[in-house]
């Protein structure tokens, strides 16, 4: 099997390679190459990356209760952050069929390091130069606060409790909840004083393409830290989530009947619009710090407050 995959990567970036070396540029600029390109010299970050979440199928993933292709769901709405080079010179072509655009699916390489067509036809020391080595923050930034790579710029408002809360880079700036008119929300200093951000924190200098959090990067504030439940933060926020968990299954079975149209699908109907709107706005708040999985890390402060407000508005 290894065999093969060497043998295709080298048939592939030979074609590559060809490409780039005969057909121009636009106005000098890299093209992207795709991940198989990469990985024919770059093996052991290749093999490293396969194994990640960015590397999933995911023309068969796992969503709710059901399976998608991200590339054809809801008329590709999830391209831009599933494909290498979206919307770039040379990049994934939401016009073209996502099919015949193979080496440009998955979130890959060169969304984190850049177009490598002028690093993989370069010579020498040369080559190091026409690639980012260490990402820029906003790559991850730009996919992870939506689905969409759109950034909030304030909390969210009634009108958007329907949609999918924003995630880490929502949280770590502490925008995009559902803020209380009645209370006053604050955020911990990791976005101030984390250089680097999600750089800092997610590339270990042992296991870089993993992309786990690492420890290492935390024990130079928090020295003698053994996990990432630092003062017991983690294991708080994970008990006002299981609380507020419970607080809107009581409060949706004394205020709300669920039926199935004829279709089978659940619709729920509420004894006021004054209580589904109270349940929605602690709703949204549970899903956007679960979502954000850091429990606390991202921030403790924005986080904590949010789901305690929550609680409190549910009688």
Same mark, same amino acid.
């Given at each position: =099997?290894?065999? %093969?995959? +060497?043998?295709?990567?080298?048939?592939?970036?030979?074609?590559? *390679?060809?490409?780039? #070396?005969?057909? /121009?540029?636009?106005?000098?600029?890299?093209?992207?190459?795709?991940?198989?390109?990469?990985?024919?010299?770059?093996?052991?970050?290749?093999?490293?990356?396969?194994? @990640?979440?960015?590397?999933?199928?995911?023309?068969?993933?796992?969503?709710?209760?059901?399976?998608?292709?991200?590339?054809?769901? =809801?008329?590709?709405?999830?391209?831009?952050?599933?494909?290498?080079? $979206?919307?770039?010179?040379?990049?994934?072509?939401?016009?073209?069929?996502?099919?015949?655009?193979?080496?440009?699916?998955?979130?890959?390489?060169?969304?984190?390091?850049?177009?490598?067509?002028?690093?993989?036809?370069?010579?020498?020391?040369?080559?190091? %130069?026409?690639?980012?080595?260490?990402? !820029?923050?906003?790559?991850?930034? %730009?996919?992870?606060?939506?689905?969409?790579?759109?950034?909030?710029?304030?909390?969210?408002?009634?009108?958007? +409790?329907?949609?999918?809360?924003?995630?880490?880079?929502? =949280?770590?700036?502490?925008?995009?909840?559902?803020?209380?008119?009645?209370?006053? $929300?604050?955020?911990?200093?990791?976005?101030?004083?984390?250089?680097?951000?999600?750089?800092?924190?997610?590339?270990?200098?042992? &296991?870089?393409?993993? +992309?786990?959090?690492?420890?290492?990067?935390?024990?130079?504030?928090?020295?003698?830290?053994?996990?990432?439940?630092?003062?017991?933060?983690? &294991?708080?926020?994970?008990?006002? #989530?299981?609380?507020?968990?419970?607080? *809107?299954?009581?409060?949706?079975?004394?205020?709300?009947?669920?039926?199935?149209?004829?279709?089978?699908? !659940? +619709?729920?109907?509420?004894?006021?619009?004054?209580?589904?709107? @109270?349940?929605?706005?602690?709703? $949204?708040?549970?899903?956007?710090?679960?979502? !954000?999985?850091?429990?606390?890390?991202?921030?403790?402060? $924005?986080?904590?407050? *949010?789901?305690?407000?929550? =609680?409190? %508005? *549910? /009688?």
């Amino acid at each position: =099997m290894r065999l %093969k995959r +060497l043998v295709a990567v080298v048939f592939l970036s030979g074609l590559t *390679l060809l490409f780039i #070396l005969s057909s /121009p540029s636009i106005s000098g600029e890299a093209q992207f190459v795709g991940n198989e390109v990469c990985g024919s010299c770059h093996t052991a970050q290749y093999e490293i990356w396969s194994k @990640t979440q960015h590397a999933a199928d995911f023309t068969n993933y796992p969503y709710g209760n059901q399976r998608i292709n991200k590339y054809t769901y =809801m008329q590709g709405y999830c391209q831009s952050c599933h494909t290498v080079g $979206y919307g770039q010179p040379g990049g994934f072509d939401k016009n073209k069929p996502w099919d015949q655009q193979q080496a440009l699916l998955k979130i890959g390489c060169e969304n984190c390091h850049g177009p490598g067509s002028l690093h993989v036809s370069a010579t020498g020391e040369a080559r190091r %130069k026409e690639i980012s080595k260490i990402p !820029d923050p906003k790559v991850c930034i %730009k996919c992870h606060v939506s689905s969409y790579g759109v950034f909030p710029t304030g909390a969210a408002k009634d009108k958007d +409790l329907a949609t999918t809360p924003r995630r880490q880079s929502a =949280m770590l700036y502490g925008i995009n909840g559902y803020e209380y008119s009645d209370s006053t $929300y604050i955020s911990s200093l990791h976005r101030n004083v984390v250089e680097g951000l999600c750089i800092t924190c997610h590339l270990s200098p042992s &296991e870089s393409h993993e +992309l786990k959090a690492d420890l290492e990067a935390c024990q130079k504030c928090h020295g003698g830290a053994t996990n990432f439940n630092i003062n017991g933060r983690q &294991e708080e926020i994970k008990s006002l #989530l299981q609380i507020l968990k419970s607080k *809107l299954e009581a409060f949706k079975k004394a205020h709300a009947k669920t039926v199935q149209d004829a279709q089978g699908k !659940d +619709l729920v109907t509420w004894d006021t619009t004054a209580n589904q709107i @109270t349940f929605d706005r602690a709703q $949204y708040n549970f899903s956007f710090v679960e979502n !954000d999985r850091s429990l606390g890390v991202h921030n403790y402060k $924005y986080a904590r407050q *949010l789901l305690v407000d929550s =609680m409190i %508005k *549910l /009688p």
